[in-house]
């Protein structure tokens, strides 16, 4: 068995605690990001963590017109998109979102998509970055995580026609992939709740977790996230660091033996 001097078993104490100190010390990676998206009849864009809405995007009222949005968005970040509909006709959530590094893009109609309904009424909903509508909003996402809104948690959407369906028509902007989605709850058709107006429970919140990795998995269909999400990067890093004490602890081993 070998005996590490003093000075080198005090030299790799500090190399660790300085090396876990850096691991704590990284911020999620942030990296450009591209929306396109529309709503009939409304929708405020935000992103946020599981539990909180921290950043106001865009709103836009008008659903014939595209709206594109290009940012850059902490890589462990969820995107919540507020909607509303004036209960006639017809109403949606269509867009792309697009990683223009990675060249990755998913849908509205991704099934990774989750929503809930807050049953406030359409003029309530959170449409500004305000500190009181991000604390509204915030509060609402804390509720639905615990079960104690009116969709009783959060819960998948269903999709109808895609770009080019009626009564909307093709909208540029958004691939022809993308499918318009909703809540098929209240009053709405269970099979296709775009089609004819209804009350789905306004105002809806939609979410998505932009990557799924280990810190911050994609969560499930009750809102909860599956394993206690590491702050930043630690999981990765701490993979390595695990590695490299299973790796002494096996040089141990061949010297003791
Ligand atoms: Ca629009
Ligand atoms: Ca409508």
Redesign the pocket.
Known sequence: MEHQPAHRRLWNAKYWACAIALMASVPAQSAPFSVSITV??SYALFSGTLSAATRFVGSDPN?PSVDTYNFDLPTNAYLYVVTA???????GFLGQFTNPTTGTRFYSSDPAWQVMATGLGGRSAPYSGSAADLALLTQEIQDANAGGNPSLGWVGLTAGGSNGSSPWGFLSGIDAAAKWTWYAGGNCNKFNPTQG?CDAGEWLVFRIAVAATPENPIPDQNGSAGTVPLPGSIGLLGLGVLAAFSLQSVRRRLAAS
């Open positions: 009939d009849n659903w509909s004036d209960q006639s006709v017809a109403q107006g």
